[in-house]
């Protein structure tokens, strides 16, 4: 029987809720690289950025010196809907593994998009509708985004253009009706509505799609329909900005329950999460307060942080947004097919791709089929179902675990459970078919790309 | 800007989650009806349980008398892996209303089975184990009890063999891999591993099978298997025993935030969520503490309360299982294809079905298409995607609210909000295409299918 004393579950009470967002940045000795001008390699400037991002987003985005920002009272309602979200203590996952280390998971999937995303889509939401807006456009590959930035529109009443990859929007019908719920119009991309989108129909007849174009489609979108502005549900500084809130959380259940975290984990894609749940540690960690064990896992498929190269690159493939200067595999590369849709993306936060250079979080991969393995095992003990995504995080926790166990060390691991995987069970089917398939990326693959990264030098 | 002193969330802490089922029948004067043996015509006894059930449980599906039962040790701690839930204040749907009226609901469908099926699986999967099987064998219709008890006996490692009624299992193929996530073999019923299964596929060739028929199949798997025993998800007493802790914990929290609710909704399938729910104020109710209106409400084309009828009926179409004395539509009845898989039954729990006899509740019908109409009035501002079983409550809550719109009464309202609608995006998807149709069934219908109802002499 475990040691109940603190309890399965820890949820703020709705008084202690964060009411500031923590700006890392501030905190940064090295800032984050600016975003840079495609044209003139200068750092783009905020009367450039406003033609396609929220005017207060671009403060947000730029600012690398307030330490925090006020949440708007509309936020934190809305916050109210699905947050505080658990810290839950793993001891059904500690005792399968008969490990001494303490496991705890900030769980992020109990709303209807399925995963953290709803913190930085409702965010985005408000200021667009402040600002008087109609509407705002972006892409989504997996559909968990999409869904959060439905979700949001529906709640302030702005009209939402979610461009959705092809072949997620014939393969993911289900997400497609959950967008459909929250009143979002889906367009499968490339389309027929944008200039970008008729250009690669025309070249690629047939085409599935990628991330990369669907971004392009919902920036031209934006920027050529008066009142609409485009969003981004990761990699950018205010997005990392938002989902402080998660940390922030984590952080004050931790206090609450007088533990310390030694080692924190989570995946990473663009980094939304990770740079979310890391946040106030890192702060601690950058001011000298407090260490960290700080691990950020991506799939060996699209292994940005650990074989990708520290170079100023293209965020779409169409190369119509700024450069970021970020940890990336070159914005041609095109992820093998991998389930975890939310961490095919070749680059990474420009702010976690800096703390990496600096030596302040490491980062490893994890092959798929043993993601699912932990997945399974997860599933089985904790009785949630995690994404994909998520399982990244699972499967290295219990390898620290299991570490502890063979030291005796009683470390205390706290990872990030970003989201649920109900939408996600062709995956879980195919790995239960033995149908499912690791992908290392070859050298010569990696070189190909990286050497179309564009010339910049850095002022 | 709603009254925050009430939080949004009210979760009891886990000292405060129910030690005891509260058992109903002991404070109902009239008492159920007993089971009957189709043969004898003679209640069922212990003995002629024990073939299909556990031993505690048919103890517990006989006691009409015994007022609490002590929750088990290792079932408490589980429930601790996703209870308690959430009982939720409805401030954003009380504002979309504008109505004086405060509405709660309970959310039960926090955890990976999508329901409050959970509650009962894990007890029954318990009382297997305890009692040295080797598994269980079940049916499932929709999928969300299949899963809940592969949840369970995943736990408890326990062999789970569910029969998933043909249609979901091709249609659903997403709730059959939650279910092998969790290690359970999923047959498509009917099948040819049992005799029952092989005559029906003799005599209706390509059949998709039905409830009615996957329930015998799994019965007779049991009966037939050494150390096998059936479990079922609804009607049973034992059941609405189990799921007294949803009614436990909300009247719990109610008192917490102190509140004193009005009016009690529930949707009605066989009757487990809302036997659950009202137990303990059906309870204050039948004691004369406390005054409560009770609503069941049920779909407008599977209307056992408000057109059934009160009699003896078979509970499975293959007339295996006893004779359960409840509202029934006629165990002939083939309910038209309604996407709350979970309401379609013919029947009604014997339990339920006494108090509604006498008096002490009410029945509703809901048409689907309002129900999907609340449903999705109720995601938009709620942010959570509910089932369509339960969308029937949230669709007589909005009713309840707006005639206090009217009147200016500002009573309390609490509905059972049973679970989310992940799985069931293609009735969504219906209701989005306008294509999604209403059915009321004939009276000529009813009458042919209720001609056949067993001849019983009561004793």
Known sequence: MPNTKIPYKTYLDESEM??????????MKNKPAPLLNPG????????????????????QELD??????DIPEEIKEFYKMYRPSPLVRAYFLEKKLGTPAKIYYKFEGNNTSGSHKLNSSIAQAYYAKKQGLKGVTTETGAGQWGTALSMACSYFDLD??????????????????VMRTYGASVTPSPSMNTEVGKKINAEHPG????????????????VTHEGYRYVLGSVLNQVLLHQSVIGLETKAALDKIGEKADIIIGCAGGGSNLGGL????????????NDYQIIAVEPQSCPSFTRGRYAYDFCDTGAICPLAKMYTLGSDFIPAPNHAGGLRYHGMSSILSQLYD???????????TDVFKAAEEFARVEGILPAPESSHAIKVAIDEALKCKETGEEKTIVFGLTGTGYFDMVAYEKFHDGEMEDYIPSDEELEKSLA???????K
Do not use: H
């Open 18 to 27: 964060p009411q500031k967002w923590y700006n890392l940045r501030a905190d």
């Open 40 to 59: 003139t390699g200068e750092p783009m400037k905020a009367e450039e950025l406003e033609g396609v991002f929220c005017k207060d987003l671009v403060e």
């Open 64 to 69: 690398n010196d307030t330490k925090y920002f």
């Open 160 to 177: 939402c253009k979610v461009y959705m990859v092809k072949v997620s929007y014939e393969q993911k019908p289900f997400r497609r009706e």
């Open 207 to 222: 085409t599935t799609g990628s991330l990369g174009c669907a971004i392009s489609e919902a920036v031209e979108d934006a």
């Open 278 to 289: 890391i946040a106030p540690f890192m702060g601690e960690k950058l001011r000298g307060e």
């Open 358 to 368: 600096d030596g302040l979080m490491e980062a490893r991969t994890a092959a798929q």
């Open 452 to 458: 179309k990264l564009p010339k910049v030098e850095e």
